[in-house]
């Protein structure tokens, strides 16, 4: 499909001599990348207001540090420097471009002293992350991740999560897709042991979706994490003075991945025909006046 949509001029690959850094969507396509993200910010408003905020391409190294990112993960970020200026060397390890999305969130509301039932926040930007695996056209060093973030009491945090999860999911069923869902675990709540990863699985702290890769087999294009007080203790959002503290979750969508995974199941890999499936479903549950 990737070389069909490059030889009619709707794509374009970038991509170093052995790695795939990401891809640049041209007219229709792009168009359909557009829809897709919009309508996505549509449907999970509905039942609860977000409010959206903008991320930059880099972030500090502190913020990843204060959730013990490194340890768990060193592989994977991108450092910045400025070129050929040896004196300024140590910035490489203050910048970073952005692995995730829902960081820019809990980091512009990092020190804030206040309880709240329930906010809902919602931003999209260029994530960056090493992927030693070669070949796969869903491994993007750089890619879009549309993110919901959720913080407030636990009840309300892990209920309206996973309402706009599965709300995002009826909207793509009813355009048409094969969507399934699968608990799966994250090695930031916990150690990385097969036990942990079990527990996890149980308790639904982690749930994705797949669809059909156009590389063949299933990938996942969309998650929901409990993040439980991590996030919100590591940054100090709430009340010091409430002996409960604050919960947070995210529903999380890599759009590109989305997108091609989508267009894959239209006949003739159609951007057109993705955008009316994509529009006919959102129509439905809005004349149903239901959230999705």
Request: hydrophobic letters at 40%.
């Amino acid at each position: 499909m990737i070389d069909i949509l490059c030889e009619r001029g709707e794509l374009a690959v970038v991509a170093s001599s052995n790695n795939l850094i990401g891809y640049c969507f041209i007219g229709k396509l792009h168009e359909a990348f557009a829809l897709l993200d919009d309508l996505l910010v549509k449907v999970l408003s509905r039942s609860n207001p977000m409010l959206p905020h903008s991320c930059t391409p880099l972030t500090q190294r502190s913020v990843l540090e204060r959730i013990g990112f490194f340890e768990k993960l060193p592989s994977i970020p991108f450092h910045v420097a400025p070129h050929q200026l040896p004196e300024q060397e140590h910035v490489c390890d203050q910048w970073l471009l952005s692995p995730s999305t829902c960081y820019h969130t809990f980091a512009l509301l990092s020190g804030r002293k206040e309880q709240w039932p329930l906010q809902c926040f919602t931003a999209i930007s260029t994530c960056h992350r090493f992927e030693p695996e070669s070949g796969n056209p869903m491994r993007m060093a750089s890619f879009s991740m549309r993110e919901f973030i959720y913080i407030g009491n636990r009840e309300s945090v892990e209920r309206e999560s996973e309402a706009a999860f599965q709300y995002a999911v009826k909207f793509l069923r009813h355009a048409g897709f094969d969507i399934d869902l699968e608990a799966a675990s994250d090695i930031f709540y916990g150690e990385d042991s097969a036990a942990t990863r079990k527990v996890q699985k149980a308790r639904g702290i982690k749930i994705e979706a797949l669809t059909k890769s156009p590389a063949g087999g299933r990938v996942s294009v969309a998650s929901r994490n409990f993040h439980r007080d991590l996030f919100t203790s590591a940054f100090e959002i709430g009340d010091p003075a409430q002996q409960v503290k604050m919960h947070s979750a995210c529903v999380a969508f890599g759009v590109e991945r989305l997108l091609l995974s989508l267009l894959a199941a239209t006949e003739g890999y159609d951007p057109l025909r993705l955008m009316e499936m994509l529009r006919s479903s959102a129509k439905h549950f809005e004349s149903a006046g239901e959230p999705a």
